[in-house]
């Protein structure tokens, strides 16, 4: 028996270093990412399993064609920036250009600023805001290196897809449900695991 | 309830599962309860779902526990019901087989992503009875790339898993690409993940020697294999398996790959990918790989000329390998879009600021590009090349003089094309190798205005006419030659009636292009060497006459033309005198090489060297005049040399000369004046003198107008148009060598007789249509009138 009942699957894009895998609490150590890694995260949410499968990709521009190939089927992007870092908010519009090209155009979009520990930031909280609110975005601040936010920005997403999940129902031909896994695709719900 | 009675209600199939699983898990698989669970699942078949979905559960539970020695012992029965089970029921066991492997994969335990996967591999090669039209593979795809990408800090991890994810992509790709009703692998959303992970693996794989080095020896990374050369080989299978829709699919994320990772420049791997690519795909598409990287090149029309050079490299060291395959219409296609690239690079309008460096990587793309259409062509059979050498002509820009300097450049970059082309090709029989179409677009761009073209259109010549090496040796003009110096073999009857057909069309070309005033010592010996070779392979006693009057016609040019320079026409005079030697030489004419050698000690002993080779820029004057009596060949003393070798000048033989009036004649004619007049004539003045165009002014009867009214006026001719296109060229062909000098020496504008030729014919043609040869706008592209055959496929 699954002990889940809903998966989706979650992008990590932004610049190189502003903090994709430290966010995804992915295992410290490797370095930049190279390509896409993948880890499996957890959420109860009102007593309900919530898997994700979160993809992080690569920041550096070398890789762009492989994670490209990773948006389409994600049910929600992270796009994240470093609050400390001009350029990482400036590459903003050119990710939202790629995202709009290589994804599925209701994916759920949220915008990180990263590392608010930090004492030199460069973007003030509304700066980001705005930009996520212009371009129709969730925002969020984080530190990813002291655990601040994280788990709620899951959370949200998390809650926010189910609800999305739930309010569609039955509904089989959502084109939000790219098939995830072996099963059939006439299973109730690809969010929603058969059990 | 007690649980003994629990446990005797369980259904049959559980206890059988259950009882696989040893108490201590290091005991492993409990052998013959494995065998007893397979024989009931083989005599109950259709109790394989749920076994499988037990065997899902418990794994699970296992996984989430971290009993990963139970998870590796479930997955263990797993593979053997899935060898064991062939019964169609299997479809659902592998729903659930294949939701275990999906689950240790998501694990973040490196052991389990690598167990699953082996597992997974063994799956991949058993045949299913029944295709599984519902099953997706996306996640595999999805993890199994991810994998490749692997950078676990502990190398020898690392390793395993990018070579478990080369594996496991191995494993997608048999499972899904024999059978179009499971998932469609060709689709970009899996080839964009597929084929950058294994070239990744193919370039940045550190070798197997560091990774020892690095971390101590492992058996497991001493495996037969390494990740690149599993890498490489997954590439060879995906590619061998694609069909002719599916080529692009994987080439496309070849090319992004490539651009990502700015790995055009230096293109060895570029190279080595292309090479693999080539040599492992069904050789009947090869071509759709040298297709899209030719698009590729258009579409990195603003990219850098070093990168664009690059992958013009790339595509002339596998160009080859297409050739063989391909056929009519692509080989066009693929000399078209060669052709059109160059033709873009000429065109190219650079940066005001671009510095010189720059403009030098254009030159270097261009070069890159004929050389690939040199590398394409050497590969193709003889009568291909022949073919494309016609394409190519058809493609050069037929113009006189252009004020526009890129239709020039365009021009000498087909040629040069050409030109490398025609290296390849050996020549057998003269008329395969000059179809008249050919022949004449050719000698056409003989006289163009520019020397450049015409010197690029005599190496090509002496490519296509040199079948026994004697080019090297005939370079320049020299007096100092033996005949065992050359190798000669009997002229062939197809040659001689070759050379019949058409010496009049070639002599005429080559005598205009001498005509030019922009010739240089290059362009005299250019000619000085096709007229070499055209002596050496075709001429026999029979055709030799016609050559001879050419050679006097040539002298005669060096005397008479009042706008070559004096320097331009000592050139001509040591041409003439080194070709005469030549042909008496070749064709073993005694007495005429006896005179020739005579006139050549008298320039010797009257120091007037001007006239004989080699020739300079400048030659200097040291004899007493510019024409010291008994310098010149005289037709007196050559009519004897030729009949005491046994050419009877007088009796007109063959079909060809009969219709013809002989130059010797006419060349008799001009000459009993000229001699006297000239030899004690400072050869500048003459350039200015007005005496010498009106003694060559235009004979009214044979004026252009003329030759047209007479035209217009015949009545059979206005009935049949192709007897009166023939009559014209008959007209001109039979107009004396002298009087069309005359008209042209006359004529004030720069154009030359040919063009006034093509204006006349183009006036003709307004009315009535004709399809002139020498109409320069064809209603459709010369190449599908030239090869109706290639455009039947
Ligand atoms: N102070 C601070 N440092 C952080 C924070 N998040 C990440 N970092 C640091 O930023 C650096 C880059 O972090 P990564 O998570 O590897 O960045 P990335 O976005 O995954 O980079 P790529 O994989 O190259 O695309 C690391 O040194 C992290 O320790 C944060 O919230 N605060
Ligand atoms: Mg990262």
């Not at chain 1, 990709?57 to 064609?65: D, H, V």
Request: net charge negative; charged share 25%.
């Amino acid at each position: 028996m699954e002990d889940y009942k809903f998966l989706f699957k979650v992008v990590l894009v932004g610049n190189a270093g502003v903090g994709k895998t430290c966010l995804g609490m992915f295992p410290p150590g490797q370095g930049a990412t190279i390509g896409v890694d993948f880890m499996i995260k957890t959420i109860e949410i009102d007593n309900e399993k919530v898997k994700l499968q979160i993809w992080d990709t690569a920041g550096q521009e070398r890789f762009r064609s492989i994670t490209q190939s990773y948006y389409r089927s994600a049910h929600a992007l992270i796009l994240i920036y470093d609050i400390t870092s001009q350029p990482t908010f400036d590459c903003l519009n050119d990710w939202l250009r790629e995202i709009d090209e290589y994804a599925n155009n209701r994916v759920l979009r949220v915008l990180v600023g990263n590392k608010i520990d930090k004492e030199d930031r460069e973007i003030p909280s509304h700066v980001g805001q705005d930009f996520a609110q212009r371009h129709d975005m969730r925002y969020l601040e984080t530190s990813a290196k002291q655990a601040d936010n994280v788990e709620k920005l899951f959370v949200q997403i998390a809650s926010e897809l189910m609800e999305q999940a739930k309010s569609k129902g039955i509904s089989s031909d959502s084109p939000q449900s790219l098939p995830f896994n072996t099963r059939t695709s006439k299973s109730i719900n690809d969010y929603c695991c058969n059990r | 309830m007690c649980v003994g009675c629990l446990s005797r209600m369980r259904p049959r199939y559980k206890r059988l599962v259950d009882n696989i699983f040893p108490s201590v898990p290091q005991d492993g698989l409990v052998k013959n309860n494995m065998e007893k669970l397979t024989f009931y699942a083989l005599s109950s078949p259709e109790k394989l779902d749920r076994i499988g979905e037990y065997l899902f559960q418990k794994a699970s539970r296992d996984i989430s526990r971290k009993r990963n020695e139970f998870v590796m012992i479930a997955m263990e029965a797993m593979d053997q019901l899935l060898v064991a089970c062939h019964a169609q029921t299997l479809n659902l066991f592998v729903e659930s087989y294949l939701r275990i492997v999906q689950k240790l994969l998501e694990s973040s335990e490196p052991s389990l992503q690598i167990l699953a996967t082996q597992s997974f591999v063994r799956f991949s090669n058993i045949e299913e009875d029944t295709p599984s039209y519902h099953r997706r593979y996306d996640f595999f795809v999805s993890k199994f790339s991810s994998m490749c990408h692997n950078n676990n800090p502990n190398l020898v991890t690392m390793e395993m898993i990018r070579m478990a994810g080369i594996k496991g992509i191995q494993g997608v790709i048999r499972k899904t690409v024999s059978d179009d009703l499971v998932e469609n692998i060709w689709e970009p959303v899996h080839m964009d993940k597929i084929v950058p992970s294994l070239l990744f693996n193919m370039h940045t794989m550190k070798s197997k020697t560091d990774i020892v080095v690095e971390s101590g020896i492992s058996e497991e990374v001493n495996d037969k294999t390494d990740s690149f050369s599993l890498a490489e080989s997954c590439l060879r299978e995906l590619i061998g398996r694609a069909s002719f829709g599916h080529v692009k699919s994987v080439i496309r994320p070849v090319l992004k790959h490539l651009d990502a990772h700015h790995m055009w420049v230096p293109n060895v791997f570029a190279t080595q990918c292309f090479r693999i690519l080539m040599f492992s795909i069904q050789s009947q598409y090869s071509y759709a790989v040298v297709e899209t990287l030719m698009t590729h090149l258009d579409e990195n029309g603003n990219a850098s000329p070093k990168i664009r050079t690059s992958i013009a490299d790339v595509l002339s060291k596998i160009i080859a390998i297409a050739a063989n395959e391909s056929v009519g219409p692509t080989v066009l296609e693929i000399i078209n879009s060669l052709l059109t690239n160059l033709r873009t690079s000429v065109t190219r309008r650079p940066p005001s600021n671009i510095g010189l460096s720059e403009s030098d990587g254009e030159n270097e793309y261009r070069e890159a590009l004929i050389h690939a259409l040199g590398e394409f062509a050497a590969h193709l059979p003889d009568y291909q090349k022949i073919e494309i050498m016609m394409f190519i002509m058809s493609k050069v820009p037929q113009f006189k003089s252009s004020n526009n300097p890129n239709d020039l450049h365009v021009q000498r970059m087909c040629l040069k094309s050409l030109l490398m082309v025609s290296t390849k090709y050996s020549s057998v029989q003269m008329n395969a190798t000059f179809p008249q179409s050919f022949l004449d677009l050719l000698l056409k761009t003989l006289t163009a205005s520019e020397d450049e073209i015409r010197f690029i259109v005599l190496r090509i010549l002496h490519t296509l006419l040199d079948r026994h090496n004697n080019a090297p040796k005939l370079s320049k003009a020299t007096v100092n030659i033996t005949k065992s110096e050359i190798n000669l073999e009997k002229c062939s009857r197809s040659d001689t009636i070759f050379i019949r057909k058409h010496a009049q069309d070639i002599y005429v070309s080559i005598y205009e292009s001498l005509e030019m005033t922009n010739n240089t010592v290059e362009n005299v010996e250019a000619v000085y060497t096709t007229l070499a070779l055209i002596c050496i392979e075709l001429l026999s006693e029979e055709t030799v006459l016609d050559f001879i009057r050419l050679i006097l016609s040539i002298q005669e040019l060096a005397i008479t033309n009042a706008v070559l320079s004096t320097q331009q026409k000592f050139h001509l005079h040591g041409l003439v005198i080194s070709i005469m030697l030549l042909v008496a030489i070749v064709t073993d004419l005694h007495p005429l090489k006896d005179y020739v050698e005579k006139v050549i000690e008298q320039r010797k002993l009257l120091s007037a060297t001007h006239l004989l080779p080699e020739l300079s820029i400048h030659n200097e004057v040291k004899s007493a005049s510019l024409l010291p009596a008994g310098v010149l060949i005289e037709e007196p003393e050559l009519t004897e040399a030729l009949k005491a070798s046994g050419i009877d000048i007088t009796t007109e033989t063959g079909p060809v000369l009969a219709h013809r009036r002989s130059w010797v004649e006419n060349t008799n004619m001009s000459m009993k004046g000229s001699f006297t007049d000239l030899s004690n004539l400072d050869l500048d003045s003459v350039n200015s003198t007005p005496a010498m165009q009106r003694r060559f002014s235009p004979n009214e009867d044979l004026s252009f107008e003329a030759m047209k009214r007479s035209l217009m006026d015949n009545p059979v001719v206005r009935v049949e148009q192709n007897t009166r296109q023939t009559q014209l060229c008959d007209m001109f062909r039979n107009t004396s060598f002298q009087d069309l000098v005359a008209i042209s020496t006359a004529s004030k504008d720069e154009e030359s007789l040919h063009s006034k030729i093509t204006d006349v014919f183009n006036k003709v043609d307004i009315s009535n249509k004709l399809s002139a040869v020498e109409t320069t706008n064809q209603p459709i592209p010369i190449y599908e009138t030239l090869f109706p055959e290639l455009f039947a496929f």
